[in-house]
């Protein structure tokens, strides 16, 4: 998978978890909390998400990778490999 | 096996439903089963005359418009991904705090509340602002919080006492499983809940939600057992194995989530040992029974409220300077009322005027009733709920086309809940885990309760004892 298509696979979760949030907006580089409707339970989510839809896991020492778009796309697309 | 599963939940109430969901959303093989026919629990339906009724449904709280962040409501309706917009919510018009010398309106709008407390008590504005800042504070739902009783850290800002009883009323009658006071962690949810966010009602009711979360439930294949009575939870060398229904079946688990109440959960604990013997000793002590049930009157009207004037959705009535929020001696107490008009939201889609009473009541005393000493006094019930409304309005009496009653003794039939308790017992288990491993408490005696907070202590649950391992 490119990082364009992570990127994709992230955006898709966050659109299934932030029902009500606008994803098409999110700017890359600032911490996803800030901009979007999401807590430290979100956050579970979308690694659960990541494990049962790719088949992806994240140990928890590694959650703070995820904080913002960037991050989670340079974090994950080996993981997609 | 197919009796094996990862988690089962006990009751398809509020709680049980939410917590189902999140399971089995992220893979778990979960079973919820439900000893009556329907789901709901507390908060169900029923019909008569060809009429819907909601059970446990004046309004539900938390209302915060959509897109409102890291609130109940919208935490839970993310957690379960439900749109907001599919509750379709109307929003209370206002309510009344109406005791003989003052009377309170609030709605969702905080500034009104503030507005009335400066027009009456102008003495204790400075007090209320400040406990109110120190509410907002509170992190009233850390699951480590301590209990200690609200009415003493309320004194420590307001010294007016009738101001106080005033302010309590409503969190009391809508959520304390205490007689006359409350844990400070409820007081500050409910306080949240009411004051500074609000009543609401999602279109259609209660079946709305609860379709919303059947459908859910459907979408991330949880099993669901009706008529399933869980007569056994077993335990062996002080872990949870499973649960034995009444039919007879036997369901496996290493989790099982209860939702049934504190003291009913441990009184079904067993030994797998001691399954067949006749009587089971359980050398736990009983956690406490709540005291708190009540009794309600459903009037249906050939007009709407709107048409005798009348605009405030829910009315806490009480005759005297001092609220007695108790388990009343009698079969139920008249002196304090609550009065819901589900007609008075933003948009009334019901076809006729509706209004429902609500007085404290007593379980042990409507339970020794013979039937029809028993039908005698729901008629009683039903002549004082009339006699309310007519002190603080006028008389409905001619208007009324059909009316229902129901008491303590239908709850604990339809629920289980022991006495017919509403808002459980005061031995709540915050972080929800038993003594025995692998059984834990949803619902009402995990500590949230109330339509939203009970669907948020079943997905708190979930994510805390069966999703973060
Ligand atoms: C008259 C009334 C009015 C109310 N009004 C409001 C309101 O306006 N707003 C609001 O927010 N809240 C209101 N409530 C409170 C709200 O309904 C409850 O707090 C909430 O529904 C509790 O949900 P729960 O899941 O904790 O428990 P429950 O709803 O009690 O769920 C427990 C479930 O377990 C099942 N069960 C029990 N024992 C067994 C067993 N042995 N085996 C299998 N299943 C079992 C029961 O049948 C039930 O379905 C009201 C309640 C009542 C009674």
């Not at chain 1, 659109?15 to 994803?23: P, T």
Request: glycine share 6%; net charge negative.
């Amino acid at each position: 998978m490119t990082a364009q298509e992570v990127r994709q696979v992230v955006v898709d979760i966050i659109a299934d978890i932030a029902i009500d949030d606008d994803v098409t907006t999110i700017d890359d580089a600032t911490p996803l909390r800030e901009q979007l409707d999401l807590d430290s339970m979100d956050f579970l989510d979308i690694v659960m998400e990541l494990k049962k839809r790719h088949k992806v896991e994240v140990p928890q020492e590694d959650y703070p990778e995820l904080a913002t778009m960037s991050g989670c796309v340079q974090y994950l697309t080996p993981k997609f490999q | 096996m197919d009796n094996k599963y990862d988690v089962i939940v006990i009751g398809a109430g509020m709680s049980g439903l939410a917590a189902g969901i999140r399971l089995a959303m992220f893979g778990k093989k979960v079973c919820i089963v439900e000893k009556h026919i329907i789901t709901g629990g507390l908060n169900s339906y029923y019909t008569r005359s060809k009429r819907d009724f909601d059970v446990g449904l004046h309004a539900m709280t938390n209302f915060v418009e959509k897109g409102t962040r890291k609130r109940p409501l919208t935490k839970l309706l993310k957690q379960l991904r439900i749109p907001y917009d599919s509750l379709e919510l109307e929003q209370q018009k206002n309510s009344l705090i109406h005791f003989p010398d003052f009377k309170l309106k609030f709605n969702n709008d905080f500034e009104l509340l503030l507005s009335q407390i400066s027009e009456y008590f102008p003495h204790e504005v400075d007090g209320f602002n400040k406990f109110v800042e120190y509410i907002n504070e509170y992190n009233e739902v850390a699951l480590d919080n301590k209990t200690f009783m609200a009415k003493d850290v309320a004194r420590k800002f307001l010294k007016d006492e009738y101001l106080i009883e005033m302010i309590f009323c409503p969190l009391l009658i809508y959520g304390s499983a205490w007689e006359d006071d409350m844990d400070f962690s409820q007081f500050v949810i409910m306080f949240k809940s009411i004051y500074l966010e609000g009543f609401c009602r999602p279109k259609g009711g209660v079946r709305t939600i609860i379709n919303l979360l059947l459908n859910k439930l459907e979408e991330s294949g949880c099993e669901l057992k009706f008529r399933s009575e869980v007569k056994n939870i077993i335990k062996k060398d002080g872990k949870v194995k499973g649960v034995v229904l009444k039919k007879g079946d036997i369901l496996y688990a290493d989790k099982v989530i209860s939702s049934m109440g504190h003291p009913e959960t441990i009184k079904v604990l067993c030994e797998e040992d001691d399954l067949d013997k006749e009587t089971q000793n359980n050398d736990q002590r009983m956690p406490k029974v709540g005291p708190l049930s009540f009794c309600e009157s459903i009037v249906c009207l050939d007009m709407k409220p709107s048409q005798f004037g009348i605009d405030d959705t829910i009315v806490f009535y009480n005759n005297s300077s001092q609220y007695h929020y108790q388990k009343p001696k009698d079969l139920y107490d008249n002196r304090s009322a609550v009065v819901c008009f589900p007609n008075n939201f933003t948009n009334d889609d019901l076809e006729e005027g509706i209004a429902r009473v609500t007085f404290m009541a007593n379980y042990n005393k409507w339970h020794e009733l013979e039937k029809p000493l028993y039908k005698e006094h729901k008629s009683k019930v039903l002549c004082d709920s009339l006699e309310i409304i007519q002190s603080i309005y006028e008389d409905f009496s001619p208007q009324v086309t059909f009316s229902d009653v129901f008491t303590p003794t239908t709850i604990k039939k339809y629920t289980g809940h022991f006495d017919g308790t509403v808002y459980g017992s005061t031995d709540k288990l915050r972080d929800g885990k038993t003594k025995t491993e692998g059984l834990f408490l949803c619902g009402t005696d995990q500590g949230f309760l109330g339509i939203v907070g009970s669907m948020l202590s079943g997905i708190s649950m979930a994510n805390l004892h069966g999703l973060m391992e």
